[in-house]
């Protein structure tokens, strides 16, 4: 009987080591810095979890009252716990303790779309699980099992992360239209730019994502007797062709809209006003 192929010995060996695979016992043969791109990668996702976690627990400056600016990583605000006046749909939840998030109904949604994304699947895929970590250099795990087992089977729940994501950008979207209206009446500062910026951008990679591309036109047949949906999928393929680059400046944006507002809440600047 013949062996099952990958099979050496009668136990299964996959990745490099199969017995198709070329024999080389270096780690790679490579010369140039195929380390860096991996690096790179890695140190800017920690980053963003770093200071996006430090923030989500702050539970402070995350609102201006004056000009109703009301960070991303505080949206929604529903509970008592949320200073008075960036509870934009209300407080329908009690007092929380601090080791949960004001913002724990959108965070998690949020996180879980970002972690499923195809794009940042191979992101920390290469970067930090070093699967492959860069072309030609052999990874250093023996056996791999795809995404059919957990915990990477849920990565296939992506597209329902999806739908909770065109939620929370419509909230935000909502917040970046309360923000022209200040305590003094109709304004327009650098603050609402930041906001409208970030909320746009947004919007580009949520839509962007391969799962909009899919539920837009991709169980379609025949795009003929379709022409607007077809037409939708078009301008939902331009923008997937860019996912890459809106993954990263949405997290850019994300951190660089906290900050504002937290400089602006902290009163260690003030908002630059063009309108009232």
């Known amino acids: 009987m013949s062996r099952p192929v990958g099979s050496v010995a009668g136990r299964t060996s996959t990745g490099v080591g199969t017995p198709a695979r070329a024999r080389i016992g270096a780690r790679t043969l490579r010369t140039d810095r195929w380390w860096l791109p991996p690096l790179l990668t890695t140190l800017g996702l920690a980053v963003f979890v770093i200071y996006a976690t430090f923030r989500s ?18 949206s929604p605000c529903l509970s008592d716990s949320c200073v008075p006046g960036s509870a934009h749909f209300g407080t329908p939840i009690g007092e929380l303790p601090g080791i949960i998030p004001l913002a724990f109904l959108s965070l998690p949604f949020l996180l879980l779309f970002r972690l499923t994304c195809y794009y940042y699947r191979k992101a920390y895929y290469r970067s930090v699980w070093l699967s492959p970590p860069a072309c030609a250099v052999a990874e250093p795990h023996g056996k791999y099992t795809g995404e059919t087992r957990l915990p990477l089977i849920v990565q296939n729940s992506h597209r329902y992360f999806f739908y909770a994501a065109v939620v929370i950008a419509l909230i935000n979207t909502w917040d970046a239209i309360l923000a022209f209206g200040g305590e003094r009446g109709f304004g327009i500062g650098l603050g609402n730019v930041v906001l409208l910026v970030n909320v746009v951008l947004l919007w580009c990679y949520t839509l962007s994502c391969h799962s909009c591309r899919h539920v837009v036109g991709g169980r379609l047949k025949h795009f003929s007797r379709h022409p607007v949906r077809y037409w939708m999928w078009s301008q939902v393929t331009r923008l997937n062709n860019r996912h890459m680059v809106f993954a990263w400046v949405t997290l850019a944006t994300l951190v660089l809209t906290d900050l504002y507002v937290w400089l602006v809440a902290s009163g260690a600047i003030a908002d630059l006003r063009f309108v009232n």
């Open 57 to 74: 627990f702050t539970r402070e400056h995350y609102y201006v009252a004056e000009h109703h600016y009301l960070t991303p990583f505080y």
